[in-house]
């Protein structure tokens, strides 16, 4: 199983979009990360943890699930590298390898230790990128690959169908 912990503000703070978000809301960048790494989860099947600390929201620590992303706020004192610390040791296994994407050097050397890999911020976007690419040209295989009928129609006979199909007549 792979797992993915992805600090949230570092993420927003890095990729262009985001960081344009942030400038208006803060609210609608998170909500735009939550949305990328769902699209991440659902065609890569990653297990996803995205971390937000409560810099920017106060209260008590909280966890969600938005579109098989879990979503967690940090308690008020916490930071986002401690908890993401606390997230590697609880959930590496030997049947887990956990990645990091952050581009915070001195968390990528504590999660080192801790026996997770990283993913930097500039990687995570051209893996992104790369996702969005192979969905789009899938989309075209699929719209182009138009369904052979069993029973061989010659293109008149297929039109009538097809405005039947329609409504058309």
């Known amino acids: 199983m792979v797992v993915l912990v992805v600090d ?10 985001l960081k344009r978000l942030k400038e208006k809301d803060i609210g609608q960048a998170r909500d735009r990360l939550i949305e990328l790494m ?4 659902a065609y890569s099947g990653n297990r996803i ?6 810099y920017y929201v106060r ?10 992303v879990e979503v967690i706020y940090t308690k008020e004192k916490e930071t986002a590298d401690e908890c993401i610390e606390r997230l590697v040791k609880k959930v590496k296994n030997i049947k887990t390898q956990v990645y990091v994407a952050t581009s915070d050097y001195a968390e990528q050397r504590t999660i080192f230790g801790q026996g997770a890999l990283r ?3 500039r990687e995570l976007q ?4 790369n996702i969005e690419r192979e969905i789009e040209a899938n989309v075209e295989v699929h719209k182009n690959n138009r369904p052979q009928s069993k ?3 010659n293109e008149e006979i297929l039109e009538k169908f097809e405005k039947w199909r329609r409504g058309d007549i």
């Open 8 to 17: 949230g503000y570092n993420i927003i703070g890095d990729w262009e979009e």
């Open 38 to 41: 769902a699209e991440y989860q």
């Open 151 to 153: 029973i061989a129609l």
């Open 126 to 129: 051209i893996e992104m990128d």
């Open 59 to 68: 209260g008590m620590e909280s966890k969600l699930k938005q579109h098989k």
């Open 49 to 54: 943890i995205l971390v937000f600390d409560a």
């Open 119 to 121: 993913k930097s911020a």
